[in-house]
């Protein structure tokens, strides 16, 4: 019991002089911006939004225009929405378009295992190819 006595008051003796300890405070502040930005058209297209892109197009958004390097028709292929890159595509977006990345929405659809979006924009590329 003796040693448990003192084995407790070395212990708070410890906690004491810690509590007592004054730490140091850095007050910097940091500036956060976001890196990423994505204008409403392009995540409409990622959350598979349909209404409000036929919306959107209707209100003069340009099927072409990028956002974060990528073209609306490159979201659509990458997250496989096959509706609404059907629309786009009736709407004169550009398949040949390559992003700040080099690379177009049919290797965006490849890479990301979207195959009905592949498969559409390979049909649509044949058939442009045909017309020249």
């Known amino acids: 019991m003796k040693k448990t006595i003192i084995i407790s008051a070395i212990a708070l003796c410890f906690s004491v002089a810690f509590l007592n300890a004054t730490p140091e405070h850095s007050t910097k502040n940091y500036n956060v911006e976001a890196y ?9 297209i990622a959350k ?3 209404e409000t892109v036929q919306k959107l197009i209707a209100r003069g958004a340009d099927v072409n225009a990028k956002s974060n390097g990528m073209t609306p028709v490159m979201y659509a ?5 096959t509706d609404i890159l059907r629309l786009l595509i009736t709407h004169g977006a550009d398949l040949n378009a390559k992003s700040d990345k080099k690379m177009t929405a049919l290797k965006y659809a490849e890479l990301h ?3 009905d979006a592949a498969k559409i924009i390979k049909k649509t590329l044949a058939k442009a190819d045909k017309k020249k």
């Open 77 to 81: 292929a990458k997250f496989n929405r």
């Open 113 to 115: 295992g979207a195959k």
């Open 36 to 44: 990423f930005k994505v204008n409403s058209f392009c995540v409409s």
């Open 48 to 50: 598979g939004d349909l």
